[in-house]
C-alpha cells in the first residue's frame, strides 16, 4: 500500500474542513522513511484515566521496530474556554502515562515547518526503537507544547478582548 491508496482507504477518519490531517499525511509522515502506511492509524481509539473513550489523530504502530507514537494536530480553535484547555491537558497526560510520549503540532507549524516535524518524529521513533526515550526529554517535550499552547491560549484572549 502507498500513501496515497492510505488517504483514500482513511478518507473518513481523516476528513476535515481545510484537509489539515490529509495534508499532514502527505507533507509529514510519507516523508518519513521508518514508517510504511501499515504503521499508521487515523483516529486511533484508547480509553482515557476516567474509562472514556478517546481517539488520537494518528498512531504510529511497529512492534517489531518499537514504535507506539501518538501525534495529534491541533488547530487554534481547540481551545476556546479553560474547561477545554483542561480537557486537553488531561487527555494528552493520560496519553503519556500509556504511550510514554505524545508529540503534538499545531496546523501552523505544519505548514510553515514541515521539515522540523519530521526530523522531530523521525528522532522520536529512533530513541523509540532503541528504547531510549528519557524522562528528562519527554517532560522538556511536554514543557515546550504547555508553552506553545499558552501562548495560543494568549493570543486567543488578546483577540476576543
Do not use: C
Amino acid at each position: 500500500m502507498n500513501w496515497e491508496q492510505w488517504i483514500a482507504e482513511n478518507r473518513k477518519q481523516i476528513e476535515h474542513v481545510v484537509e489539515y490531517e490529509e495534508n499532514f499525511v502527505r507533507s509529514i509522515l510519507a516523508k518519513i522513511p521508518e514508517i510504511s502506511p501499515e504503521d499508521v492509524t487515523a483516529q486511533f481509539h484508547f480509553t482515557d484515566s476516567n474509562g472514556g473513550n478517546r481517539y488520537i489523530d494518528f498512531m504510529i504502530v511497529n512492534e517489531v521496530k518499537g514504535y507506539r507514537l501518538p501525534i495529534e494536530l491541533d488547530g487554534y480553535w481547540k481551545v476556546t474556554n479553560y474547561h477545554d484547555f483542561n480537557d486537553m491537558l488531561e487527555r494528552q497526560n493520560d496519553l503519556v502515562q500509556i504511550y510514554g510520549v505524545l508529540l503534538r503540532y499545531t496546523n501552523n507549524k505544519m505548514n510553515q515547518q514541515p521539515d522540523k516535524i519530521v526530523r522531530e518524529i523521525r528522532k522520536t521513533l529512533e530513541l523509540q526503537g532503541k528504547n531510549q526515550l528519557s524522562q528528562e526529554m519527554l517532560e522538556k517535550q511536554e514543557q515546550q507544547r504547555v508553552a506553545e499552547y499558552q501562548q495560543e491560549l494568549n493570543q486567543l484572549k488578546d483577540e476576543l478582548i
